[in-house]
C-alpha cells in the first residue's frame, strides 16, 4: 500500500492565526483529497488536488506530486475550524487504484 | 445533486449478537461504495469496496462481511459482533468519471457491549 504521514499530529491556534498542516506520501498518486471531520464525525471534502493549487475562501492547497507531498494552508482561523483534517490519497497503479489511503490525520483546536 | 444515507446514526449492541448496517446513495448510478471504520485514535481503515452489483473486494480479514443487492446500496453484516468491531462505521461513494473523488456518509457509531 501507500503510506500516508500527516504534521502536526496536534495543532492549538488562537482565532485569527495562520496554519499550514502537511501530508507526504509513499508512491505516486492518480488522486489526493483533503477532508474536515467535523465534532458530529461527518468527514466534509475540502480539496480533490492531485498537483497544483487551489483556493477555497480562507483555505488553500497546494500538491507537489513530483516530490510526494500535499500542503493545506488555513488563514485567519475561526473556531469552527477545529477539528480533524486527513489526507488520503489514491495509487495510480495495481491494488492501490481505486482506494483511498489516508493519514492518521491533524488535530486543529482553534481558541477565541 | 447526489446524497448519501447511513443508518443507524448510532447503536449499542452486545457481544455475539448480529448486526446490518444499512448505506444508500442517491443522484447517481453505478458508483463505486466503500465501507470505512474508523477507531480510537482517528485512522479510517478500509473494510469493503463495490465497483457494482455483487462485485465485493474485502481489504481486512475481519468479522464482518458486505453484500450490493442493488446498485445504490450497500450492506455492513456481521454474524456475530466482537467488542474490537466497535467504531465509527462511514460509508463512501465515488464514480470513475468525476475522477474517483470520494464523499462520505454521516457515519454509524456501533458500541459493542
Known amino acids: 500500500g501507500i503510506q500516508v504521514e500527516q504534521s502536526p499530529p496536534d495543532l492549538i491556534l488562537q482565532e485569527g492565526a495562520n496554519s499550514t498542516l502537511r501530508c507526504n506520501f509513499s508512491?505516486?498518486?492518480?488522486?489526493l483529497q483533503w477532508f474536515h471531520q467535523n465534532p458530529w464525525g461527518q468527514l466534509i471534502n475540502l480539496f480533490y488536488?492531485?498537483?497544483g493549487t487551489k483556493q477555497n475562501g480562507r483555505l488553500s492547497a497546494t500538491t507537489v506530486a513530483t516530490e510526494r507531498y500535499s500542503l493545506l494552508y488555513i488563514s485567519s482561523s475561526q473556531t469552527t475550524d477545529s477539528g480533524v483534517y486527513f489526507c488520503a490519497v489514491e495509487g495510480d497503479r495495481g491494488s492501490t487504484l481505486g482506494r483511498l489511503y489516508f493519514g492518521r490525520g491533524t488535530q486543529l483546536t482553534v481558541w477565541p | 445533486s447526489q446524497t448519501i444515507h447511513q443508518w443507524p446514526a448510532t447503536l449499542v449492541q452486545p457481544v455475539g449478537s448480529p448486526l446490518s448496517l444499512e448505506c444508500t446513495v442517491e443522484g447517481t448510478s453505478n458508483p463505486n461504495l466503500y465501507w470505512y471504520r474508523q477507531a480510537a485514535g482517528r485512522g479510517l481503515q478500509l473494510l469493503f469496496y463495490?465497483?457494482?452489483?455483487?462485485?465485493i473486494s474485502s481489504e481486512v480479514p475481519q468479522n464482518l462481511s458486505a453484500s450490493r443487492p442493488q446498485d445504490r446500496q450497500f450492506i455492513l453484516s456481521s454474524k456475530k459482533l466482537l467488542l474490537s468491531d466497535s467504531g465509527f462505521y462511514l460509508c463512501?461513494?465515488?464514480?470513475?468519471?468525476?475522477?474517483?473523488?470520494?464523499?462520505f456518509g454521516p457515519g454509524t457509531r456501533l458500541t459493542v457491549l
Open positions: 508512491d505516486s498518486v492518480n488522486n
Open positions: 488536488i492531485p498537483s
Open positions: 463512501a461513494w465515488s464514480v470513475w468519471d468525476h475522477y474517483n473523488e470520494q464523499f
Open positions: 463495490s465497483v457494482g452489483i455483487g462485485q
